[in-house]
């Protein structure tokens, strides 16, 4: 489901908000001021969060948090020219690696509530701007 969200995700990116599958829209970050390099640094880290935090009970997040991860990384995608199969093959397919890693929950998850705050200071927010009825 999350998946198909983070689709409909890229949709909504370009207008500022990222709609997850359960309705929640929220504000995203402006990424405009990262050198190139630093947004392929963040990208990888929001796609570790993601498959993290999505996996592993003791490392959840809200569906605004996951929703201001998600749609931050679509948006980084599309500014680096990323088409799906090229965000998926660079960023995801190595994230999913990670858990073969048994310690992988415990060495990422920790990161998850800096990153939301670094997003959050970036101008991206966890609080809904509309829910669906």
Known sequence: MKTVAT??????????????????????????GLSE???????????????ITSNCPDYAISDGEW???????????????????????????????LLDDPAACDRVGPAARPLIERLKSMGGDTVPLTQSQ
């Open 67 to 97: 929703t201001l991860i998600t749609g931050s990384g679509d948006r980084l995608a599309a500014r680096l020219g990323l088409d799906a199969a090229g965000y998926e093959r660079t960023y995801y397919a190595p994230a999913f690696k």
């Open 7 to 32: 689709v409909a995700g890229a949709l909504a990116m370009m207008s500022g908000a990222a709609l997850a599958g359960g309705g929640v829209t929220v504000q995203l970050p402006d990424v405009s």
């Open 37 to 51: 390099a630093e947004a392929k640094s963040l990208i990888a880290e929001l796609a570790q969060v993601n498959v």
